[in-house]
């Protein structure tokens, strides 16, 4: 909200409906908005409301990219946002569900060369990306509705067979019992 000339955020995965709010509310003040996303995850990743945040920002002013990283072959890992001079840098992925994780994050004001560096990094980054446009947003939604569909086939009680079968807190649970 304190933004005067620019704001770039760059994010592994992204659906925060309070990120998107505030990028939108910037790029209706007229603030040059631009979000890098990682492509590969964003056309056929999990989190659910990705499709439908991209193209909310998307519509309403933000330039959305997806992005593969500055390495043809890697991903758009990063977690970044950039305020005018200043960065946060952190390890969250800009989601609902990662609200709840314990991250840490840095606030950096850049100076002139810190400046330079961030912004030589974001025009490779942008020279390995392409705009984010309505034919992604079809294939990234169509992708999360068939995965939906084949995993409401399965039986519930099948459903989460493996991710219980190495759950930390059952196991937990399990030394808590033998003591």
Not at 25 to 38: K, N, P, T
Not at 114 to 125: D, I, Q, S
């Amino acid at each position: 909200s304190k933004a005067k000339e620019r704001v770039v955020m760059t994010a592994f995965t992204f659906d925060l409906l309070v990120v998107c709010t505030a990028l939108v509310e910037a790029a209706q003040r007229g603030i040059d908005v631009c979000l890098y996303v990682d492509k590969k995850h964003s056309l056929s990743g999990t989190t659910a409301a990705q499709m439908d945040r991209l193209e909310s920002l998307r519509s309403l002013g933000v330039e959305v990219f997806l992005t593969g990283g500055v390495l043809s072959s890697g991903i758009q890992h990063s977690k970044t946002l950039l305020c005018d001079d200043h960065v946060i840098v952190g390890s969250t992925n800009w989601t609902t569900s990662s609200r709840q994780n314990q991250e840490i994050s840095m606030l950096v004001r850049l100076n002139e060369s810190g400046a330079h560096a961030f912004e030589k990094r974001l025009e490779l980054l942008k020279s390995q990306s392409e705009e984010f446009s309505s034919t992604e947003r079809r294939v990234g939604q169509t992708v999360r509705e068939e995965r939906d569909a084949r995993a409401a086939s399965v039986p519930a009680a099948e459903r989460y067979r493996t991710a219980k079968r190495f759950s930390i807190a059952r196991a937990r649970s399990a030394q808590k019992a033998q003591q």
